[in-house]
T-cell receptor, first 117, second 114 residues
């Protein structure tokens, strides 16, 4: 069975603060993929990043960065110098690489991020 | 390239009725997945279709069903609606539904059951 845990239900910060969203996962698969999605108030889930289980290299994209640590089964997401437009619900998700689990993402419960001006 | 579209965007039904939701994937995508999002249960996988065949199914009762057409458009149906079926229903498309495929989500259909 696969499980994704986002322990932070809600985070509130002031603009320009850095914020880290935590994600811990459980899986028995040796090869898998991890994702982060953003859900703004409009409701549509927006893809942010995908990592595979063999690539533990951290990644930076503008103000976003991701820290993947297989040893602790964590895939954390950091927003540097947060902005009001970053306010949204953020989801971490997991997908096995093979087998018959087609088209299925296992999501965490989401973290509501509110950035105040 | 047009994104994933879902119709209708909002729907109000009463208990016992049935409902059909529609999803048009991104052109060229053959896999369509459906998810139910509720405040209590979060995002839960309903099923996935590829080339008109259901390949994967989540833990939902048989009242929830779906189908996919030859043009990859998909519909999901919920029969004998219950109050607990009130949710945001999201569909997502990907090229082939493989684990490494990024899924592109539509805006969702918000279903309210009275």
């Amino acid at each position: 069975a696969q499980k994704v845990t986002q322990a932070q239900t809600e985070i509130s910060v002031v603009e320009k603060e850095d914020v880290t969203l935590d994600c811990v996962y459980e899986t028995r698969d040796t090869t898998y993929y991890l994702f982060w999605y953003k859900q703004p108030p409009s409701g549509e889930l927006v893809f942010l990043i995908r990592r595979n289980s063999f690539d533990e290299q951290n990644e930076i994209s503008g103000r976003y960065s991701w820290n993947f640590q297989k040893s602790t089964s964590s895939f954390n997401f950091t927003i540097t110098a947060s902005q009001v437009v970053d306010s949204a619900v953020y989801f971490c998700a997991l997908s096995p690489a093979g087998g018959t689990s087609y088209g299925k993402l296992t999501f965490g419960q989401g973290t509501i991020l509110t950035v105040h001006p | 390239k047009a994104g994933v579209t879902q119709t209708p965007r909002y729907l109000i039904k009463t208990r016992g009725q049935q409902v059909t939701l529609s999803c048009s994937p991104i052109s060229g995508h053959r896999s369509v997945s459906w998810y139910q999002q509720t405040p209590g249960q979060g995002l839960q996988f309903l099923f996935e279709y590829f080339s008109e065949t259901q390949r994967n199914k989540g833990n939902f009762p048989g009242r929830f069903s779906g189908r996919q057409f030859s043009n990859s458009r998909s519909e999901m149906n919920v029969s004998t609606l219950e109050l607990g079926d009130s949710a945001l229903y999201l569909c997502a498309s990907s090229p082939a539904g493989q684990g490494n495929n990024e899924q592109f989500f539509g805006p969702g259909t918000r279903l309210t059951v009275l």
